[in-house]
């Protein structure tokens, strides 16, 4: 039954591949994508099983959690897929920002990859076994590359180039770093299911462990946007069509998150929990400062909450680092900047569709020419630079919250710092946005598909800010558990 | 017994050298479908070459008469140094690799001033390209041998070439690979064998140690080509002593298959000359320092 | 087996001295072929005194078949398409690149001293080079320019990090060596399709020129 949460997507995209008619890919898209939503909350639904040491495929608290994000966050970008695909359609295109014309990939194999990126993005939250991980990881990275260089012209290509090399080379270091942990369990543990290394790790060599994290923390911090490793992901994430960029920052992000949660279960159960604490803290710290850094002079819409998901990356691996009560808020954090970042980024693709230019500095009056989503992509500022009402500013005051009853000050002060400055940064670029008054032809209409979806996420953002459930807050705790609070 | 193993090698160092170039030119004539020289034309050369006068440019001084007579005195020590395989040589003592280095460098050196001494244009070319190419050789040429000394903790040569394989093939087979593929490029380059330089080529602008002698006559050039084959002949020493694992007990047997692998180095030079075209000359500095890199990984693997 | 296993570690720091070296991206693939089959025969070669178990034979083979034969025919499929030769201007020379790697193989044996006494017994010298490998990989992507040879320089760290596997005597399942195989597979075809597409619209490869997008 699990296994159906792969075999739904994974089967789906195959057939798409082939020859069919236009109509009934769309309808097997959104087909695979209920079907898959439907599966996954039937098996969240049901309490967890206990951890299994010998499975390779199991559903443990944090698999879970990233699971469903993922589930939900493709079930809104497969609905916003429908009219944006019919849109389209195999034809040539006029470039907006350089004016030269393009054709777009054909729409058997975009679709297919869709699907194949959701059954492998699955199969990294369902893998217990860390080479099986690894190899869904490798899978997800290598199946998105189609995806991002959906518009068949230079920039896209470039964009393309650097994700698949730098992304690839990055997941290499990481295998190495696998094999160092299986070095270091020799003798003391047999296979590499994660509980069976987590119930041996006090007894695994200490140097080997250390030099396995530092090499899983460089391989996937590269795939997860964290500084310094994240040069491919403001390329991709703007590059790509919207409600790619929707699904690669909400969830692929996610699922290199969960690798390297993997490996910090394993450090924390050997008694290393500081060392590899200290490194994700650092690197989560720089994320952030870089991501600020960067966004103070920003022009183009879609780079911008590319660097916001660097920095927030950066706020999810702080959180894990410092384990605790920061480890939930990281959790929640998760899910609520998913959800976030996948409302922008289709908000984006509208404003795109209907501006047909990326620079900040040219669009203008979105609230007037259209109103639902220049009201959501002004929700959306406030949510994504945490402010209350919405489910970000809950995450980020737990996450800060724990660093301070932890006693890391420094932590804590630097981290309000980035956070006041990409505020601001974001201020001054996003709502002028929404006011003034707009160039002339613009297109006004706002078809329910393009704005259902990024309403959807928009309403459970706002909903996760002023009330959490009392389950949800357990299976957080659950998932943060698992790391181990050091 | 061993005494007399090291006399027999120098004497037929000195009688047989010549015979070295002949093979090489037999064997590229062979390749070429021609019939090619007779084996012993170096000899009849250097008779012919003996019995003639020569004539020296106005421009020359005394550094041009004396640099023959340096190369073959500078050659004669080398080769009392140079043990063959097994055998031991003549004259052998800790460091003698050093002495052997800096007397083929002597040899160079004055080579290279007598060329220099002429004045010409085409000497002094050829002159800069030689003394570029064995700045990079010469390195190399040490690192290799000093790799063998570290694994057999020797440091004359004969001291080591005795005892490379007598703790059998294995403890010693990729650092006697790395420095015997590092010891061919360097006897490739040193003398003037393609790819480095083609001997028989006729343009002076491609030449390189052919275009430096190219003002001596008579005696002088006797001295010269008589030294370039000795010179020869050490390199094929060195080389067959890291290239041939075999260590009978008893040293004529040893010399006389250390003679055997002589010659087979020199029918070895004869088919990459023959099967390889000379490499542009920006090229042969790569070339080299592929061979010193050779050189320091089997170092490396020494130190290990 | 130890003079085997000596040997075949030569071989592999020449490949990866050789790959520095050379200009001709033709020789680079054959290469990363003989690599691979280097790396089948380490496999074998180390465990030759124990029993070789069923499973290690086949993925050995299946290394050999993949990365030694059907990942040099796609890259010359795709050097092919994109119509180069050789590799003209990269960042580091190419007399740099051999002495620079001569200095990283003698970093790595300093660096492996260490960890050595943790391994296998007859492959306590591959960990350098295997370390040696990855770091001429990575070498070769930062200073080549052309995309195919930034393809071969990930396939050179991808065989670095299988040598580093074997030598730390890494029993992973037969289903997570061939998941790892079918990776690489489908990763170099995957990048095989890229170039083509960048050199369609670009009409040359030059990633150094791909620079368009920057803040």
């Known amino acids: ?486 | 017994m061993i005494i007399l193993a090291s006399i027999i090698h120098v004497v037929l160092a000195l009688s047989l050298s010549p015979l070295l170039i002949g093979v090489i030119n037999r064997v590229k004539a062979k390749f070429a479908g021609r019939r090619g020289r007779p084996l012993l034309q170096l000899y009849y050369d250097l008779w012919k070459l003996l019995h003639k006068g020569a004539v020296y440019s106005t421009t020359t001084t005394w550094v041009f008469r004396t640099g023959p007579l340096v190369g073959i005195s500078a050659v004669l020590v080398a080769i009392s140094l140079v043990p063959l395989g097994r055998v031991p040589a003549l004259a052998a003592f800790d460091g003698d690799i050093i002495l052997l280095a800096y007397v083929l460098g002597l040899m160079r050196f004055m080579t290279v001033l007598a060329a220099l001494d002429t004045g010409s244009a085409f000497e002094g070319m050829g002159a800069g390209r030689e003394v570029q190419f064995s700045l990079l050789a010469e390195p190399a040429l040490l690192l290799g041998v000093g790799a063998l000394s570290i694994s057999t903790g020797d440091w004359s040569l004969s001291g080591i070439y005795g005892s490379l394989f007598s703790d059998g093939l294995a403890a010693v087979a990729p650092t006697a690979v790395m420095v015997a593929a590092s010891l061919l490029i360097i006897l490739l380059a040193e003398n003037s064998r393609i790819p480095v330089d083609d001997p028989n080529t006729h343009l002076e602008l491609t030449m390189i140690h052919e275009v430096m002698v190219l003002d001596h006559g008579g005696v002088d050039l006797a001295f010269i080509q008589y030294a370039a084959a000795l010179k020869l002949w050490v390199f094929c020493a060195l080389f067959v002593g890291v290239a041939l694992p075999l260590q009978m007990h008893w040293p004529l047997v040893d010399l006389a298959f250390g003679m055997a692998g002589v010659f087979i180095v020199a029918m070895v030079i004869g088919v990459i000359e023959s099967t390889m075209a000379r490499l542009r000359l920006l090229r042969v500095p790569q070339m080299l320092v592929v061979s010193a890199v050779l050189a320091m990984i089997a170092v490396l693997w020494a130190l290990r | 087996m130890s003079i085997l296993t000596d040997l075949l570690m030569m071989l592999l720091v020449l490949t990866n001295l050789r790959m520095l070296a050379s200009s001709r991206v033709a020789v680079c693939i054959q290469n990363v072929a003989i690599q691979a089959v280097v790396l089948g025969a380490i496999t074998f070669s180390l465990s030759a005194h124990a029993a070789i178990a069923a499973g290690v034979i086949v993925v050995a083979i299946s290394t050999v078949a993949v990365k030694g034969l059907v990942l040099p025919w796609l890259l010359r499929r795709a050097m092919k398409g994109a119509g180069i030769g050789r590799e003209i201007e990269p960042f580091v020379g190419y007399a740099s690149s051999v002495l620079i790697g001569a200095v990283l193989l003698g970093l790595c044996f300093v660096i492996a001293r260490p960890l050595r006494d943790t391994s296998h017994a007859g492959a306590s010298m591959l960990i350098p080079v295997a370390m040696f490998t990855i770091l001429t990989g990575l070498f070769i992507i930062i200073s080549r320019r052309k995309a195919l040879t930034q393809v071969l320089g990930y396939l050179t760290m991808e065989n670095g990090v299988c040598v580093f596997g074997v030598s730390l005597a890494v029993e992973e399942p037969l289903l997570v060596e061939m998941g790892i195989l079918l990776d690489v597979l489908v990763g170099v075809f995957v990048m095989g399709i890229v170039i083509h597409q960048i050199n369609r619209e670009f009409d040359h490869i030059d990633t150094d020129r791909l620079s368009v997008l920057k803040d």
């Open chain 1, 1 to 486: 039954m699990l296994l159906a949460v792969v075999l739904i997507p994974a089967v789906a995209g195959l057939a798409v591949m082939a020859p069919f008619v236009k109509r009934l890919r769309l309808a097997v898209l959104l087909l695979a994508a209920v079907g898959h939503a439907s599966a996954v909350a039937w098996i969240c639904s049901r309490p967890l099983a206990d951890n299994n040491a010998d499975a390779w495929i199991a559903l443990d608290a944090p698999g879970r959690l990233f699971l469903a994000i993922t589930s939900i966050l493709f079930l809104a970008a497969a609905t916003y897929a429908i009219g944006y695909l019919r849109n389209e359609e195999n034809r040539t295109t006029k470039d907006a920002e350089e004016g030269f014309l393009f054709r777009n990939e054909p729409m058997n194999i975009f679709i297919g990859c869709l699907l194949l990126f959701l059954a492998t993005m699955s199969l990294v939250c369902i893998s217990q076994h860390l080479g099986l991980l690894w190899v869904a990881v490798e899978a997800t990275t290598l199946v998105s590359a189609p995806l991002i260089s959906f518009h068949r012209h230079h920039r896209s290509l470039e964009a393309t180039w650097k994700y698949l090399l730098i992304c690839s080379v990055g997941i290499a270091l990481a295998l190495l770093g696998i094999f160092f942990i299986a070095a270091a369990g020799q003798g003391v543990v047999h296979g590499m299911n994660i509980h069976a290394l987590t119930k041996a790790a006090g007894k695994m060599d200490p140097v080997w462990l250390k030099a396995a994290f530092i090499l899983l923390i460089v391989g996937y911090g590269t795939k997860m946007g964290l500084a310094p490793m994240h040069n491919w992901l403001p390329d991709a994430h703007s590059e790509s069509p919207s409600l790619v960029s929707a699904l690669l920052s909400g969830a692929l992000l996610n699922c290199a998150f969960l690798g390297l949660l993997r490996g910090q279960m394993v450090m924390s159960a050997a008694g290393l929990g500081e060392f590899s604490g200290g490194l994700l803290v650092l690197l989560g710290l720089l994320s952030m400062i870089v991501a600020a850094v960067f966004m103070i002079r920003q022009s183009d819409y879609k780079r911008l909450l590319a660097y916001s998901s660097v920095e927030h990356m950066g706020i999810l691996a702080i959180g894990a680092g410092l384990g605790g009560l920061a480890a939930t808020g990281a959790m929640l954090h998760a899910v609520n900047h998913s959800f976030t970042k996948g409302m922008l980024f289709l908000v984006a693709g509208n404003l795109l569709a209907a501006h047909r230019t990326k620079n900040i500095h040219e669009v203008r009056g979105v609230l007037t020419t259209l109103p639902i989503t220049g009201c959501l992509w002004v929700g959306g500022f406030l949510a994504i630079t945490g402010a209350p009402p919405f489910g970000m500013f809950i995450s980020e005051l737990t996450i800060l919250k724990g660093a301070l009853q932890g006693g890391h000050i420094v932590v804590g002060v630097v981290y309000l710092a980035a956070l006041a400055v990409i505020f601001i940064s974001m201020a001054r670029l996003m709502p002028p946005m929404a006011f003034g008054i707009p160039a002339a032809q613009i297109k006004t209409k706002e078809p329910l598909w393009a704005v259902a979806p990024p309403l959807a996420l928009g309403l459970v953002v706002l909903t996760m800010g002023l009330y959490v459930p009392e389950s949800l807050w357990n299976a957080l705790r659950a998932a943060a558990g698992a790391i181990g609070a050091n």
